[in-house]
């Protein structure tokens, strides 16, 4: 606890080792999720697409 009560005090402007880590991580996860977020995007406009190409083949077939 003594390390907060110094970054309540202004004292200590570097941030520790796990500090530090923990914000990396945070930083990892959310760059992780907006890439998974794209890939969802992706994924239903390809899905859609190919449904539209689908029912385009089946209404002009013979």
């Not at 309540?8 to 941030?15: D, M, N, Q, V």
């Not at 760059?31 to 385009?56: C, P, S």
């Amino acid at each position: 606890m003594p390390e907060r009560e110094a970054e309540a005090a202004g004292a200590s402007p570097e941030l520790s080792p796990e500090v530090s880590a923990e914000k990396r991580r945070l930083a990892q996860e959310t760059k992780n999720e907006r890439q998974v977020w794209y890939f969802l995007a992706y994924f239903l406009f390809g899905i859609h697409i190919v449904a539209f190409v689908m029912i385009y083949a089946v209404r002009h077939g013979h």
